[in-house]
């Protein structure tokens, strides 16, 4: 039997109007704060994100799903967004016609990595970009944004944790103070991180052996040896967030899996999903634009995990969406109705009713159970004596109230079922 490819889901009708619900909000809250929809292609040159994201970063190096096409390019499906919005920002000189661009997203990813609870291999991302000021207002407003999402969803369990990663020039110091501290204890830590003591050294704070942490708890934390610049907007990020009551606690080990990162980073985790606990990440990127050969443009941003947000959602049972339900099933009580079944439901679908009919030719019971199962608010019976008599009968399954309406009077009917 054919399946869906290990690391992918369907997502079934049954699930849709989560997804639809999520979509609304994410949409409704990041129009608010006027920020503009931005959709790019699902594949891009594979130099893109190299450049961008890292090569020695695990997406790059491990996760990508890269392939040689015809014309002998090498592309790869996206496994993130920020490199496509900047690609296309300075594709479009979209800089030029406006100082401040703010943009969101909605769109599937890709990274080959090992699929488990929270973990995919194609998943779902919002999130959003502003490109073109290094004010820390943003950096506040993107962090505001993703909390009043996750919040208007009802989650509770929520933890937001901020660090500061200084400017490319404090952090080489401090990589090179890391390296000193830890080649005392070389020995002790695992392979992994003794390869990312040469390749990417901050990646070590992500380790999750424990000995590594331990070693790590007297390390000297970036935080501490950024620049001033950075740490000056750092206490406005706090400020604002603290002005804005969003609660937050410093984390000096976020050191997140992307390279382009400058001053802020943040992650929002929750405390209901398990081990893959980050919700969504982001940060500022303030010369993210120039390396990928645009004007000098800073950026700051995020992206949120939806099937992750789902998860934690029916953890917490937080969404209360209404049982969905038809406006009208109509039961036909004899076979030769059917044409004018047909009829009926154009006319009514017309008048904006959401209508439905059994197209099986199946028994008064079975279509009985039909309009059940889809919740109809209305049954209308058409057929036997009534029909001969020039009515059609409307019931109320929510009453049990019917009524019986002449067949020149269909937008009764209409009327009727739309209160
Ligand atoms: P990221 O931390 O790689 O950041 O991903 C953001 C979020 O996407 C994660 O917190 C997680 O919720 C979700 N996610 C990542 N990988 C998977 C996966 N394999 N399965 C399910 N969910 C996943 C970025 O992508 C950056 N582009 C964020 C950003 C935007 N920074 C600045 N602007």
């Not at 369907?10 to 639809?20: C, G, N």
């Amino acid at each position: 039997m054919l399946k869906a490819i290990t690391g992918t889901k369907d997502i079934l009708p049954t699930e849709i109007q989560r997804w639809k619900y999520l979509e609304k909000v994410v949409e409704e809250i990041f129009t608010g704060f006027n920020y503009k929809e931005i959709r790019t292609p699902v594949f891009e040159e594979t130099a893109l994100f190299a450049r961008s994201i890292g090569e020695e970063t695990d997406i790059v190096g491990k996760e990508m799903y890269t392939f040689i096409d015809k014309g002998k390019t090498s592309l790869t499906l996206k496994p993130e967004m920020t490199a496509s919005v900047v690609r296309a920002f300075i594709e479009h000189s979209l800089g030029k016609y406006q100082s401040l661009n703010k943009f969101f997203y909605i769109s599937p990813m890709f990274r080959q990595e090992r699929p488990q609870a929270g973990r995919q291999r194609q998943f779902h991302q919002f999130g959003g970009e502003a490109l073109g000021s290094t004010s820390p207002l943003l950096d506040a407003e993107i962090i505001i944004i993703v909390y009043k999402i996750l919040s208007g969803l009802g989650l509770k369990d929520l933890t937001v944790k901020l660090n500061s990663l200084g400017v490319p020039g404090s952090r080489e110091n401090y990589k090179n103070l890391l390296r000193e501290f830890l080649n005392d204890s070389k020995d002790k830590l695992s392979g992994d991180s003794r390869k990312r003591l040469d390749q990417n050294i901050l990646r070590i704070f992500d380790s999750k052996v424990e000995s590594d942490q331990e070693i790590l708890k007297s390390a000297p934390f970036l935080i501490d040896y950024i620049d001033e610049e950075s740490r000056t907007d750092f206490e406005v990020v706090k400020n604002l967030l603290k002005q804005s009551n969003i609660p937050f606690e410093i984390d000096p080990k976020l050191v997140r899996g992307l390279d382009y990162y400058t001053k802020t980073t943040f992650e929002i985790v929750s405390g209901k999903v398990g081990s893959q606990s980050a919700l969504c990440g982001g940060g500022r990127y303030d010369l993210l634009v120039e390396q990928l050969g645009g004007e000098p443009t800073p950026g700051v941003g995020f992206a949120a995990g939806m099937e992750r947000i789902l998860f934690a959602c029916e953890n917490e049972q937080s969404l209360n969406l209404p049982e969905e339900n038809i406006d009208l099933y109509i039961i036909k009580l004899d076979k030769n109705l059917s044409s004018k079944v047909f009829d009926l439901a154009l006319y009514f679908r017309k008048g904006d009713l959401v209508v439905d009919y059994d197209y099986l030719d199946r028994s008064v019971k079975a279509q009985m159970r039909e309009a059940n199962k889809f919740n109809a608010r209305y049954v209308l019976f058409i057929g036997g004596d009534e029909f001969q008599s020039g009515k059609l009968n409307l019931k109320n399954m929510g009453t049990g109230e019917q009524k019986l309406i002449g067949l020149d009077n269909y937008s009764e009917i209409i009327n009727l079922v739309r209160k």
